[in-house]
C-alpha cells in the first residue's frame, strides 16, 4: 500500500511538473540592476504584463530586479551565454560601438532631440547591427534622464572645480574619457558599489541621472550637485538573439511591438520624473546650475573626447554627424 501511494504521488508530480512546463512555449529571464520601485524595473513590468496577454500566455516573462542576478557587467555575460535571454543597462557599446556615440557630451541639447534620435533610421540601424555580436535589439529608450553631477568637495561651477576630484563613473570609456578631459580622476566601478565609497571618503563624487541618484539615494552620502546636462544615453532593450530567433514569427512581432511600447513608456515617465527628482534631491544637496559663459567651458574642455573615439575606429565623425542631423530632424 506505502508503495501504490508512493507511485501515485510520484505521478502527480510529473502531471504538475509537465502541465506547469507546458503553460508557456517561451520562458523570457530578464534582470536589471535598478530596484523594483525604479522606472527602468516598471516599464518591464509593463513589458511582463502585455507580452503575456497579447502572447496568450505563450511567453512567460520572468523580471529579476535589484540587481539579484548580479550587476550589469555579469548580467550582460549571462545574456551573452543565454543564461538570461534580456536586459538594460551599461554594457550596451559590446552589442554594437556606435551606441557610445549617443553617450558623447553635449551630442543633444534636450530631451526633444534625444527623444528624436533614439527614434531616428539612424538607431534603427545601430540596433539592427547589433546582430553581428549576437544580440536582437527590438528598442531602444533613453538612459534615464540626463546626468548631473554630485560630490562631496564644493559646488561644480567651473571647469577647475572638478580638478583632481576622484569621480566614480560606469565601467564605460566614454564616460572615462569626459571625466579625464574635465581634470577629474575617474573611478569606474559598479554603481552599486559606490554608496559606500561616498560614505567612507574613498572617492569624492560621480555623475548619474537624478532618477538614478535618487534610486540608489545617493543624496544621503553627497553634500553638492550640479547640473550641466552635459550627457544622457541609450537604453537598449539587449536579447539573445539565438533566443530570438526561436521565436515562430507572430511572437517576433508581438514581442518588438511589446519592446517599443515598453520603451516609450520608460521614457515618458523618467521625463515627467526628472524635474520632480531634482526638487526633491534638493532637499538633501545644494544644487547649482552652470549655464553661459560657464556652460561654454564644459563644452569646449570636452571636444577632445569626440577625437579620442574617431581615432579609435568606433564609429567615424561622420557617424557623430549623423546622429547629430538625427536628433534634429523632427519637426
Known amino acids: 500500500m506505502t508503495l501504490k501511494k508512493t507511485l501515485l504521488a510520484g505521478m502527480a508530480c510529473l502531471v504538475v511538473t509537465a502541465g506547469g512546463a507546458s503553460a508557456a512555449d517561451f520562458t523570457f529571464k ?9 522606472i527602468r524595473s516598471q516599464s518591464m513590468k509593463f513589458f511582463e504584463e502585455e507580452l ?31 543564461l538570461l535571454q534580456g536586459t538594460r543597462g551599461g554594457m550596451f557599446a559590446e552589442a554594437n560601438p556606435k551606441y557610445s556615440i549617443f553617450l558623447l557630451p553635449f551630442l543633444v541639447e534636450n530631451w526633444d532631440q534625444m527623444e528624436c534620435l533614439v527614434g531616428s533610421d539612424f538607431t534603427k540601424k545601430v540596433q539592427a547591427d547589433a546582430a553581428n555580436q549576437g544580440y536582437h535589439i527590438p528598442a531602444t529608450g533613453i538612459s534615464q534622464g540626463f546626468r548631473a553631477h554630485t560630490n562631496n568637495v564644493r559646488p561644480l561651477t567651473k571647469v ?26 575617474p573611478q569606474a566601478m559598479p554603481f552599486s558599489e559606490a554608496y559606500q565609497a561616498f560614505k567612507t571618503g574613498v572617492i569624492d563624487g560621480q555623475d548619474n541621472p537624478p532618477a538614478n541618484i535618487w534610486d540608489f539615494k545617493i543624496q544621503e552620502v553627497q553634500k553638492f550637485m550640479t547640473i550641466t546636462n552635459y ?7 539587449i ?32 521625463r515627467k520624473a ?49 546622429a547629430k542631423t538625427a536628433a534634429r530632424s523632427c519637426k
Open 160 to 185: 577647475a572645480d572638478l580638478k583632481g576630484l576622484k569621480m566614480r563613473v560606469p565601467q564605460q570609456e566614454v564616460y572615462i574619457e569626459t571625466s579625464k578631459a574635465l581634470g577629474a580622476s
Open 239 to 270: 536579447v539573445n538573439e539565438e533566443w530570438y530567433k526561436g521565436l515562430p514569427d507572430d511572437l517576433k512581432k508581438i514581442f518588438d511591438d511589446v519592446a517599443v511600447e515598453a520603451m516609450a513608456k520608460s521614457d515618458e515617465l523618467y
Open 231 to 237: 550627457s544622457t544615453g541609450p537604453d537598449p532593450l
Open 52 to 82: 503575456e496577454k497579447r502572447s496568450g500566455g505563450r511567453i512567460e516573462v520572468e523580471n529579476f530586479f535589484s540587481g539579484v542576478l548580479g550587476n550589469e557587467r555579469e548580467m550582460m555575460d549571462q545574456v551573452t551565454t543565454g
Open 30 to 38: 530578464y534582470g536589471n540592476a535598478q530596484p523594483e520601485s525604479a
Open 274 to 322: 526628472e524635474g520632480d527628482l531634482i526638487k526633491e534631491l534638493g532637499k538633501s544637496m545644494e544644487i547649482n546650475y552652470v549655464e553661459g559663459d560657464a556652460l561654454a567651458e564644459f563644452q569646449a574642455a570636452v571636444k577632445p573626447v569626440y577625437d579620442t573615439f574617431v581615432a579609435k575606429g568606433a564609429f567615424s565623425m561622420a557617424d557623430v554627424e549623423a
